[in-house]
């Protein structure tokens, strides 16, 4: 089992959708979650950053984590063409390295 | 966010010449940064990590004499691709880590090498 999976898509919406990305992992070490945005030819970008269990928002951004469930999601609300990038999730612990999920594309159509 | 600098965005080499490419953090000091490649539509690939002050640490099967790691100072980081081959062409992106209690790490806009 891959420490963190990620639904690699791609992930097709129109605009105005919501979009729901979700990762899960193995290592219940893991307490720090991160979601990258990545364009195309361009390093990523952080997006949202969060501390163990809970829901953090920031614009048209949610980021949840379950860390029961060992499950985190990135919900972006009324969803532009500007999103269509590629969203990495990773994770980080005391003592652990920063690890990546593989990435979902997603294309928002307008 | 902190500001990660990667140099050049990109580079074109003829077959058996080296390239240099750095990693800068402006606005913060960075004990660790991280080297990825990364093929198109594919996820990052940690190639290593380097440490200011020591040697690099090189992810397995990633040639050291190839990709040769330099970290002489907290704000800089080099990736010397010695004796290209078209193989090497990629797409490189460096990170560094932003340390403090809750540690983040902040990324490079990529390096494009296209080796003839």
């Known amino acids: 089992q891959k420490e963190v999976e990620q639904d690699p898509g791609p992930l097709s919406v129109p605009e105005g959708a919501i979009v729901s990305l979700n990762c899960t992992y193995s290592?219940?070490?893991?307490?720090?979650f991160m979601w990258y945005r990545q364009y195309s030819r361009k390093g990523p970008e952080l997006l949202m950053y969060?501390?163990?269990?809970g829901n953090k928002e920031d614009g048209r951004f949610t980021a949840q984590v379950d860390k029961s469930s060992k499950y985190i999601s990135l919900f972006i609300r009324d969803s532009q063409p500007s999103d269509s990038a590629t969203y990495l999730c990773?994770?980080?612990?005391?003592?652990?390295?920063?690890?990546f999920g593989p990435g979902t594309r997603l294309s928002v159509l307008p | 966010g902190a500001v990660v600098s990667q140099h050049p965005s990109w580079v074109i080499c003829k077959s058996g010449t080296s390239v240099k490419i750095e990693c800068r953090s402006l606005?913060?000091?960075?004990?660790?940064m991280f080297w990825y490649r990364q093929f198109p539509k594919q996820s990052l690939m940690l190639m290593a990590t380097?440490?200011?002050?020591?040697?690099?640490?090189?992810e397995q099967g990633v040639e050291k004499d190839k990709f040769l790691i330099n970290h002489a100072s907290l704000t800089l980081s080099t990736l010397t691709v010695t004796s290209a081959h078209p193989e090497d062409s990629s797409f490189y992106i460096c990170?560094?880590?932003?340390?403090?209690?809750?540690?983040?790490?902040?990324f490079g806009s990529g390096t494009q090498l296209s080796v003839l």
């Open positions: 990773a994770m980080w612990g005391y003592g652990q390295n920063f690890v």
């Open positions: 969060t501390y163990s269990s």
């Open positions: 380097s440490n200011e002050g020591s040697k690099a640490t090189y």
């Open positions: 990170s560094a880590r932003w340390g403090g209690l809750e540690e983040k790490l902040f």
């Open positions: 606005d913060f000091q960075a004990t660790t």
């Open positions: 290592n219940s070490a893991f307490q720090y």
